[in-house]
């Protein structure tokens, strides 16, 4: 039995705590030899009101976008919620779903790392995943006048978990070295674990193309919704997802990205418009305002400069500030507010006689629904006003010539 095993056999909390590591497995190995239908029944019959409503949750605020799981609970019914969504995730098959429980997941995952009492902890956490790290607790390495490092990672291990991150300090090059290893801050090296939390999640879903993979997702499903009250799980998020279809299609799309050379404010909705107009008439913003023209512009992909450059034109503007706010924002890779937060922050224009557009007021008439839809997301309207314009341009060209002239 390796030395982090015994570890975690000895602070089972940790495990209870952060579902997500692999000493999970080992430690509650007779478990893990269930076979699927076996272990859920026997999970609804032991835990069925509380399992049902602990999932349903996360489900709902990972959909909606939240940043923590309320109620969380710690305890080994948190070990089996963990490995039922991974069971949820893989027979639902749908990326986006997958994508927001992963970012909701991993969030609460750093705040709770956040909350470790003892920072030791994050070094057999940093064990149990296998990363080659070095620990400094007893002699901690000085970094900057204020900042100290307890840990330093191998850059092979950090290069690997800072792939997808976009901030420029989460670059090699940015990072102080010693014989190989990056030297991180705990809140770094939190950071770092976060991302292979949102990996680990995103990977429940599995190969998407192979036939067997679709055999396999397909027995299962059957199988378990022999199981009643997962049956009536199943189908509450299945009912959830179709309700938010839209909203959880708007970022993934390809359609709504920033290209050099492209200008995409005609496609802006009037939240956005109004800021922009604010910050060409000379106007300073208000803080709402700032975050979420950021956020929106950051999930449209628009470069950083690009950003500030937009910011340049405000009275108040210092590019030291600006810089430091925009990297933040874009660190933190929030996705814009709604419409329903909006109009709660003052900050919806759709009836606004300069700004205001009737997809805000009206909404869009839905082809494969049949029904008229509201739409309830910023980044809808801009997928909505390209796909109409790409639609034009395509009923334009493809338009037959008059063949009596």
Known sequence: MSSDENYFKSNKWLLNDFPWLPSTKKV??????????????NLYELNGPELTSRIETIFVEAINNSEIIPDYEPDELNIQIYWMLRILLYILNNTQLTNRVANLYSKNALERLKAIPNKENLYWICEDLGLNIKSYFHNPQKITSRDYSNISLHYLDF???AEYLKDENRKLVNNSLSDGYVILTDPDLERLIQEYVRNEILNFEKARSEDTDKEDRAHLEKILLQVEDFKKTYKKIKALVLEKKEDLSIV?????SFKEGENLSP???????VIYSKIERNENLVHNERLFLVFFLNALKYPLDEMINIFKMLPDFDESIARYQV???????????????????GMCYKNDKTFGDEICRDGYYSKKQEKQLKISHPLSFVNIKKYRELRNKTF?????????K
């Open 327 to 345: 990297e933040f924002a874009v660190r933190k890779a929030y996705t814009p507010h709604g419409c329903a937060k909006l109009e709660t922050l």
């Open 252 to 256: 993934s799309s390809e359609m709504i």
């Open 28 to 41: 509650y190995k007779d478990i893990g030899k269930t076979n699927p239908i076996e272990f859920v029944k």
């Open 159 to 161: 290069i690997k978990l």
């Open 267 to 273: 496609f802006f909705p009037p939240c956005v418009r």
């Open 396 to 404: 334009k060209n493809t338009k037959p010539q008059n063949l009596s």
